[in-house]
């Protein structure tokens, strides 16, 4: 399996443009999370989704956030408009509770990320 | 409140040395389950290990160790005989049975340095 997939890795961008973040979760995989990480606040969820529907958004920081998921292979996550705070790094995870043994928790495989850096 | 506390932000060691991070957790869940992630230079996390909350058993793989015990609320990691390879961050995470195990609070990170 070729892991969890982001794209683009690195995006440079200027204030006030749509920026568009892209994520292929692991084929099988039933959950997928978006995280944010920064210097000031660490790792971040912003949304999750099961099954395609997102389940838990209240971290998206404001209504310039917004995250879909059309199908089970794909996921977004749009700024719109963006800010030099948005600046960060993205990453996608996906995870299936099934075939974790009985231990009854996601162990969330990540994406290589996508580093976004707004001026 | 903070759930997930790694105090340690850097560690420097040399080669060879043994080194052990440490991460205090709270929660008011009677069932949880704490990870170690690494974040590695190149910048993706890499899962190391998981136990939940029923399981103290100490668990060993490689140089890896780790030592979770309920009474202190914790779960250090150690790592013996350090290699250059090992030089990264180390997210230590909690999640919650009451929210559906599906958030993952992680710590602020320790950023290890092995020094050849």
């Known amino acids: 399996d070729a892991g969890v997939i982001q794209s683009p890795r690195h995006e440079v961008t200027e204030m006030g443009q749509e920026v568009t973040l892209r994520c292929k979760p692991i084929?099988?995989?039933?959950?997928l999370f978006w995280y944010r990480q920064t210097m000031m606040r660490g790792l971040e969820l912003l949304i999750y989704?099961?099954?395609?529907?997102?389940i838990d958004d209240s971290g998206m920081p404001e209504d310039r956030f917004s995250a879909k998921m059309p199908n089970a292979s794909f996921s977004t996550l749009k700024i719109q408009p963006s800010e030099p705070r948005d600046s960060a790094v993205y990453f996608c995870?996906?995870?299936?509770?099934w075939g974790q043994g009985n231990s009854g928790a996601n162990v969330l495989t990540f994406g290589a990320g996508s580093r976004l850096t707004v001026l | 409140a903070q759930k997930v506390t790694q105090a340690q932000t850097e560690i420097s060691v040399v080669e060879k040395e043994d080194v052990t991070l440490d991460c205090v957790y709270e929660?008011?869940?009677?069932?949880?389950?704490l990870f170690w992630y690494k974040q590695p230079p190149s910048g993706e996390l890499v899962f190391l290990i998981r136990?939940?909350?029923?399981?103290?058993q100490n668990e060993i793989s490689g140089r890896y160790s780790w030592n979770f015990q309920k009474s202190t609320s914790s779960f250090n990691f150690t790592i013996t005989a350090s290699q250059v390879v090992d030089s990264a961050v180390y997210f230590c995470?909690?999640?919650?049975?009451?929210?559906?195990?599906?958030?993952?609070?992680f710590g602020t990170g320790t950023r290890l340095t092995v020094i050849p």
């Open positions: 995870a996906s995870s299936s509770i």
């Open positions: 929660t008011r869940d009677t069932t949880y389950y």
């Open positions: 136990r939940n909350s029923f399981d103290e």
């Open positions: 995470a909690l999640s919650e049975q009451g929210t559906g195990a599906n958030n993952l609070f």
């Open positions: 084929s099988g995989h039933d959950y």
């Open positions: 989704f099961n099954n395609n529907v997102p």
